[in-house]
């Protein structure tokens, strides 16, 4: 079959990952949740594909990247874990659902939102972007390339900006993860949110969030962590702050053969 609907998912995915996710599923236990050799198993497998995506985005010390379902998730957690009523956050015309609905959402509860126009090529300008700054502007989000038009944005340009103003920079890198270079600590992203099934060749049902050093995000969800399980409050400290809950072993044993692949690979020769 000749495929090309890659920016929705990847259909084919490397053969590596089919093996990987099949062969998980007969010994694969819950990572973090017992002291067993399958429960170690699947912990290990998990915190290798954590390296192997903090060394993909730059994202420093392997425990700044937490798993999700799928972008939509970390998207979520990103606009609702750093931004409340009375901040101002831009975003662009070009963003998905998954960026602008929580926005909006927020925006019913005070949030004051400038979203920024793209021109008649899908392009936004970026002297725009200085324009809209506001005493109580917070962040900006926003897409590294479209998934109606396929442009692509200068987010190391905005990200710099944003380090030298202070504003929280937060990246939906669904379209390029995998596809294009993304060095956080270079482009100045706060917060990268990922998508596991499009560019990385990974299965449906696996995603992640990346966060700084230096920056908390509040979690959507709280609950089972496998870690002090006798407090009151869900643990603080990362991955566990956005992990609530059994994580995706399977799929994330998938995710990591397919990182192998594309590291072996190279994105270019992709
Ligand atoms: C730019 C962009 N952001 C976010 C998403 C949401 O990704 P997911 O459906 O994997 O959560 C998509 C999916 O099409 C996308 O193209």
Known sequence: MIYLDNAATSYQKPEAVYQAVQEVMHHMGNSGRGAHGASLDASRQIYS????????????????????????????????????????????????????????????AGLELTI????????????????????????????HASNLTGNMVDIGRIGRFCRKIGLLFVVDASQTAGVFDINMEEMGIDVLCFTGHKGLLGPQGTGGICVRQGVAVRPLIVGGSGVHSYSKAHPEDMPTALEAGTLNGHGIAGLYAALRYIQETGMEQI
């Open 116 to 143: 920024l126009p793209a021109d008649q090529n899908g392009c936004i300008c970026y002297e725009d972007i200085e324009k809209a700054i506001r005493p109580n502007t917070k962040g900006i989000i926003c897409t």
């Open 49 to 108: 594909a954590r390296e192997l995506l903090a060394e993909l985005f730059h994202a420093g010390d392997p425990s700044r990247v937490a798993f999700t379902a799928n972008s939509t998730e970390s998207l979520n957690m990103a606009v609702f874990g750093l931004f409340g009523p009375g901040d101002h956050v831009i975003t662009t015309m070009l963003e998905h659902n998954s960026v602008l609905r929580p926005l909006y959402l927020l925006e019913e």
